[in-house]
């Protein structure tokens, strides 16, 4: 019923006046939906559970938050709402997972809190009183001790000590192990609910606005019958246009980057200009705190318009002749945005601070000097970047959870100021399912896996960062449960054999994951400096503050392994050859043992293999006996 209010035509075609959404979004109807099967409030006297409808089922076993402890019920989920979203919540099993992460992190993190007093570099700045007098760090700036930043060395330890990197690995292998046990488990679920052989060539059918709106009919080569067709050529124009916009919105992301580092600089400088001692050595942090928030604020507009941009290109402009193939483009155009849209900030912080040059040379930005890394290293300003950008993005989610509820209200209030008192009898099913929110599809749910990326991609500066995606999703589950249940117009049902490219995307962040954290480590971290210090001079660490420290005129020091001239010191291209080597083994040694792990482990679990195999024999078996007794 819905294909054919889909897809038929009530105007004109080249207009592209087609399809009841058409007609929803121009006003001539209020809503277009599916019903529920009843209200989800249980019945006030007692009823055996075999009475309850569908929908009290779901709510009763799974959609309260007193089931919590409770695994997901995905046969009952895709009765109701269809296997698309049933994948969905199965998806969402990878919570479980990540509890062992979690708890590795957290012990990481506290055995950094119980070794902190006994790290000698830290000691050493502390109580270093005027010995190290530092550069200036504006023009305008004065001199300072670097044993005013004694607590930001105290708590950089925290996100730079030797448990970091082995939990960069750990987390390496986690990811992959993850997603091998989700394709098993995929595969499984695609078996059991009959659509592992859905593929879009054979049994898909074309989308009602493209089947509309396409010029031509021709012959599909697949199953021999007449469809509507887009030529290609006219399509793959209409993508390079696309591609375009895509690449100027990425330009707009990099341009407001550019506005939060100068915004951080100029923040920086005020702060030294107060005079106070407080102020002027804690202006490097409150300048990263204020500026991740203003950037928080500018991820999430920029994200509203480019999601809005993005569905109007891949609806009207690429003309995809399959929902799946719709799907996947317009996920991909979005993901590739909010990629660079998120993490732009975090990569400038991990890999390009930090270049300032040296006293008489220094680099500039738009006449302002670069920005150097905060006293405590660059690690713990990244993680305070990773704080303030996942969790308050959750915060957000959360905030946007209860405006649904009020959506949900005003909706209700609205439809009774237009009925007035003139109901007198009770509402029927499609009137109080009116008064519910229109689903709006899973594609936020699943871009919630840009968290996936904050906990493994970024992982040995925030050893903390599964713990909270853990109770975060521990919330979400519910919350998603409860929206689909109780808050949400039902939606269509859709068939589906996996999660599509979502699954492509998360092989491309685990991989990105490994580079990422090889080149934080080497690069971003004091690990490797301080354990070829260990190697060459003293395994106690003693002396390697003042080992770190360059002079400059004026008696001043700054940190950096450079003479007196501003040249490099022979210790510096040692450190660099044994960076670059760290490199290439942690990257080799890691995709050998997840390539391993990828061909020990088969995508198909065995059983479910001979399964399919005896479903196939005993297919061709039937099919023989059927023609021996037609003949």
């Not at 012959?219 to 399509?235: C, D, H, S, W």
């Not at 792990?597 to 399964?611: A, F, H, M, Q, T």
């Amino acid at each position: 019923v819905y294909e054919i209010l889909a897809r038929t035509v009530y105007g004109k075609r080249k207009k592209a006046e087609v399809g009841v959404d058409r007609l929803v979004a121009e006003g001539a109807f209020a809503a277009a939906f599916p019903l529920h099967e009843g209200p989800f409030q249980l019945p006030k006297q007692d009823v055996r559970p075999d009475d309850l409808n569908r929908r009290q089922v779901l709510y009763f076993y799974w959609a309260r938050w007193s089931k919590w402890y409770k695994y997901q019920p995905l046969d009952h989920i895709r009765e109701y709402f269809g296997e698309k979203i049933a994948l969905y919540f199965a998806w969402l099993f990878y919570t479980a997972w990540l509890l062992p992460a979690a708890v590795v992190g957290t012990l990481i993190f506290v055995s950094g809190v119980m070794s902190m007093g006994t790290n000698t570099p830290s000691e050493e700045i502390c109580h270093g009183g005027s010995s190290y007098r530092m550069c200036p760090l504006c023009k305008t700036c004065k001199a300072w001790n670097m044993s005013d930043i004694c607590t930001m060395a105290k708590l950089g330890y925290l996100f730079d000590h030797p448990g970091t990197v082995f939990f960069s690995v750990f987390m390496s292998f986690w990811a992959v192990t993850f997603l091998e046990y989700w394709k098993r488990k995929m595969a499984t679920l695609a078996h059991h609910w009959d659509c592992m052989d859905f593929h879009e060539e054979e049994q898909e059918r074309p989308r009602p606005e493209f089947a509309a709106m396409a010029p031509t009919v021709e012959q599909n080569p697949v199953t021999g019958v007449k469809e509507p067709y887009f030529p290609e050529k006219t399509r793959l124009s209409r993508m390079f246009t696309g591609s375009m916009v895509i690449v100027l919105m990425l330009c707009v992301v990099i341009i407001f980057l550019v506005t939060v580092v100068m915004c951080r600089g100029i923040i920086s400088v005020m702060m030294y200009h107060t005079g106070s001692p407080v102020l002027r050595t804690e202006a490097a942090t409150i300048a990263n705190i204020s500026s991740s928030i203003v950037n928080l604020g500018l991820i999430l507009l920029m994200g509203q318009v480019y999601t809005a941009l993005a569905e109007q290109l891949t609806k009207w402009a690429e003309m995809h002749r399959t929902q799946t193939q719709y799907d996947n483009a317009f996920t991909f155009k979005v993901f590739i945005f909010q990629f660079v849209n998120f993490y732009s900030s975090p990569f400038y912080v991990a890999f390009f601070k930090g270049f300032v040059g040296y006293p008489t040379n220094y680099g500039t930005l738009f006449g302002m000097r670069n920005e150097d890394c905060g006293p405590g290293g660059c690690l713990i300003e990244l993680a305070e970047q990773l704080f303030i950008i996942m969790v308050g993005k959750q915060l957000i989610n959360n905030i946007q959870e209860f405006i649904l509820k009020v959506k949900a209200w005003r909706q209700r209030r609205s439809l009774a100021n237009v009925l007035g008192g003139k109901v007198s009898h009770e509402p029927h099913r499609w009137e109080e399912d009116y008064q519910l929110v229109e689903c709006g599809g899973l594609f936020e749910e699943y871009l919630e896996m840009l968290q996936f990326g904050f906990i493994t991609i970024f992982v040995a500066a925030f050893p903390l960062a599964p713990l909270f995606a853990l109770l975060n999703n521990w919330v979400e589950i519910r919350l998603d449960a409860h929206k689909f249940v109780c808050e949400y117009r039902r939606p269509v049902a859709e068939r589906t054999q996996n999660i599509g490219v979502w699954f492509s995307i998360l092989e491309g962040l685990s991989h990105l994951s490994v580079i990422a954290n090889a080149f934080l480590i080497a690069f971003t971290s004091d690990f490797l400096p301080r354990l070829l210090y260990q190697y060459k001079f003293e395994k106690g660490l003693h002396g390697y503050v003042n080992f770190s420290l360059a002079y400059a005129p004026l008696n001043y020091t700054y940190k950096a392994f450079r003479d007196n001239d501003g040249n490099y010191t022979l210790f510096y291209w040692e450190l660099l050859a044994v960076r670059l080597g760290f490199i290439i083994a942690f990257e080799h040694v890691v995709f050998f043992v997840l390539r391993a792990i990828d061909w020990i482990v088969p995508d198909v679990p065995e059983s479910l293999e001979l399964k399919v195999k005896r479903e196939h024999y005993l297919a061709k078996q039937a099919l023989a006996e059927n023609q021996e007794a037609l003949l």
